[in-house]
């Protein structure tokens, strides 16, 4: 089994920023594909970002694109989102999902497995 867990999340002002980690036990991260989603009341989860340990390969969303990084931390072993320039539309829980690195279809929620438990995101004055 794998088992996720985020932290970092909190309480920023607009243009602030703010760093989420994800740690992951079970597998190593060269196994995983891995996505940063983000959800709100009411809606669904909507991915922010995702990123293939092994090849590199990342994908974001137009609301992410130009501020936010999805990026590995070799020496802490976690999957890391930097967000730059904060709105307050990026509030919102942020969840670390994982799956199997070959999976395709990693943009969408259905395609993962493995799911941290969220960690709030509050961007207000």
């Known amino acids: 089994q794998v088992q996720l867990v985020e932290s970092g999340g909190g309480l920023v002002q607009p243009g602030g920023s703010l760093k989420l980690s994800c740690t992951a036990s079970?597998?190593?991260?060269?196994?995983?594909?891995v996505g940063w989603f983000r959800q709100t009341p009411g809606n669904e989860r909507a991915l922010v970002a995702s990123f293939r340990w092994r090849s590199g390969s990342l994908y974001y969303a137009n609301s992410a694109k130009g501020r936010f990084t999805i990026s590995k931390n070799n020496a802490e072993s976690t999957v890391v989102l930097q967000m730059n320039s904060l709105k307050p539309d990026d509030t919102a829980r942020y969840y670390c999902a994982a799956t199997r690195d070959d999976r395709s279809g990693i943009t969408i929620s259905a395609a993962y497995k493995y799911w941290g438990q969220g960690t709030q995101v509050t961007v207000s004055s």
């Open positions: 079970g597998r190593t991260w060269g196994d995983f594909a």
